[in-house]
């Protein structure tokens, strides 16, 4: 081992060297060149330059040449940094392995705070890591500044985003150096088409579709002109506000990329609420676009590709850093990211820089993150070079959220009053309670009905009734308790069987209202936020086959007793309160007038609550706290993260035994547990919450094999009709 060059950076399995003076110098370089992209390049190679300065200690060469004890290595450059001034920067160099620390640590954090490990090292309670001085030549004076404005209201939250966006760029240089080192090679450089051929491809396809030849045809290529019309004007906040069935898979896209090439932008982010839509909508865009320009990301994607393993592992390394022109992913991927304190989730940031991001469905962000997430998308408008698109048929009241934030919302849509006109397909009706013997009944006359319900135990409650009143066959049931592969498989029976006009009841909970491609002749849905009922009618006369008075949607409130998640209970409570207050009749709750006042109205009820008082945008405004004699930002990264779930994480994974997935099964039972494994398991897993868990746990039907996740073993407690029984009562049969 040739160690005359010096200090040691990386050793490779096979024995290779890597020094650290040339491992600092190339993530230097990749650091800045990531960071140029929002004017940072400056304070982009000076965290790649000191963020491993700590391993000029020799009790670092101790530990990566003799494997001689731990030895902490970050906070050498983050104290460079922070006795300098330039405490966001040190916040990335101090978590570029561990995640973005606390300044001062919250009572669930483990690990030491950024400003006690400060005042560590002022201390000289780290490692002599002097010699730096003689290896590495950096002049922290002279940094320039990079171009970053504010409000008054936003400029703390500005500076905790910016030091986030510059961690991405160093950790994402970090690991692509360290992995081209350790590998003996660099990736193969990830080719793809430019935005103008991209374009090009969709705009070829969209010709098609005119000269109109239907009215519901001429309504969509209408949203596909003043979709085109608007691409052309500034960067900035949009909104495309459509019904369902106005084409806007195609009229946003068309959007995106013709504004991306207009200015010169770098890719489409396409956020969407379920992963359902997720793969609906990225098979529309790889048809047109290119199989390999389109990165579907999300937890369910196999990376296999049916064998295609090169494709497969360009698309795997691209959704590590979204290094694609057109990335479709999910809202929990987006925004979780941008608040994230997490190296991994963290690494695609700067490459959402200059970019189109879409939210589809915008109504589904949850409203107590609104204003973290309002804030981050203002950020990227105003720093980095971004445009947003909030697209729905039922558009939320965002405007005086962005408003706040200097940003006006500009429409799209020319005549958002008239195309709604022109595209009404249903008619609503309200039939007061009905308890499910009578739901059942009613559903049960029909040929083909859909019944959306708000509980799990109702729908499963509701499907065995019609089933008993029709008999086997043509009677479907879907919730969250099938795994999505089943839920699949059912969906792909109800279509055939709408297609061909054969007997066809499903009876689901709102999984089904955004984005799944239905077309039902009547709907029940059982009273709810307004924007769900909206979302259900999108269920009802799809492709306007029928007259809008005899596709009704027929809403009904729920006599049984069932619990309901509180937010349920309370957009229920807000839409029967805009129906009584504001003078609208049930037959106007698809307005444009009665879904904002809706979304009015909650906002206000929300923000008077109380929840969001601890809103993670607010802990994310920085504040000077004293550590020695130094005056350092604390800014707590790791709780805003740590609080920032928009999924439940109380809930437990159930495995469901299916054929196919034989080998991913035993490897798990056998403790093996990797990442591709656990994203193909997903696809048969089951969310259960405690009580569930416990039940099934009591009756033994449970095998529990890595942390929240069991396998279920009791083949009983699964019906290829509706999913997990976790009651009490069961019989037992093994799977295996």
Known sequence: MDLDRGYVSHVSDDGRVEYLVDHLAEVSDMSA???????????????????????????????????????????????????????????????????????????????????????????????????YEKEIDVDLAILENPKITATVDSARFTFSFLTRMLFSCLVDSDYLCTERFMNGFSREPLYYDAITCLNERLEAKINSFFPPKTAINAARCGVLDDCLRASRLERGVY???????????????????????????????????????????????????????????????????????????????????????????????????????????????????????????????????????????????????????????????????????????????????GLFSSLKRTSFDSVGALDDEVLAGMLAENNQALCIVNSRRQAKAVYDMVQSKRGPGGVYHLTTLMHSEHRRRVLAEIRACLDAGSPCIVVATSLIEAGVDLDFPIV????????????????????????????????????????????????????????????????KVDSVETIAAYFNRLYKIQDSSGLDSENVAQLLSAYGKSAGSLKLFDIPFETAANRMRFIDDSSYSVIIPTQGYEDEISALEHGIVSRSGMRKLSRISVGIYRGDLDRLNDAGALKAVADDVFILVDADRYSQDTGLDSSSESGSGLFW
């Open 33 to 131: 060149r990531f960071a140029q992209e929002f004017g940072a390049q400056s304070w982009g190679r000076v965290i790649g330059l000191l963020h491993d300065v700590g391993k000029f200690s020799n009790e670092f060469q101790d530990r990566i040449l003799r494997n001689g004890p731990k030895v902490d290595h970050s906070t050498a450059g983050a104290w460079l940094l922070a006795r300098s001034g330039k405490d966001l920067l040190a916040y990335c160099v101090a978590g570029h392995h561990g995640g973005l620390p606390d300044g001062t640590p919250g009572f669930d954090s483990r690990r030491s705070g950024f400003i006690e490990r400060m005042s560590k090292a002022q201390r000289n309670s780290i490692p002599d890591f002097s010699a």
């Open 239 to 417: 909104s495309i506000t459509a019904p369902t069935g106005s084409g806007k898979t195609y009229a946003l896209m068309r959007f995106a990329l013709n504004h991306a090439e207009t200015h010169g932008m770098r890719r489409v982010i396409c956020a969407e609420p379920y992963t359902s839509i997720i793969e609906q909508n990225a098979d529309v865009y790889r048809d047109v676009l290119g199989f390999e320009n389109v990165l579907e990301h999300h937890g369910n994607f196999d990376y296999s590709l049916n064998g295609d393993f090169e494709l497969g592992d360009r698309l795997r390394f691209a959704a590590e850093n979204w290094d694609a022109p057109v990335v479709v992913t999910t809202n929990v991927q987006l925004f979780e990211s941008l608040l994230s304190n997490r190296a991994s989730r963290c690494r695609k940031l700067h490459n959402i820089a200059n970019s189109v991001i879409v939210l589809d469905e915008a109504q589904m962000i949850p409203i107590k993150y609104l204003v973290a997430c309002v804030k981050c998308l203002a950020e990227l408008v105003r720093n980095y070079g971004c445009t947003v698109v909030l697209c729905s048929a039922t558009q939320p009241s965002l405007a005086p959220f962005f408003k706040k934030e200097g940003f006006g919302v500009k429409e799209v849509i020319s005549d958002v009053d």
């Open 524 to 587: 029940f849905r059982a009273m709810a936020g307004i924007d769900s009922l909206v979302q259900a009618a999108g269920r009802c006369n799809r492709e306007m086959k029928r007259p809008a008075a005899e596709s009704r949607v027929i809403v009904f409130e729920t006599a049984n007793t069932y619990s309901l998640p509180r937010e349920v209970d309370q957009h229920a409570a807000v839409t029967r309160s805009v129906l009584r207050y504001s003078d609208c009749a049930i037959s």
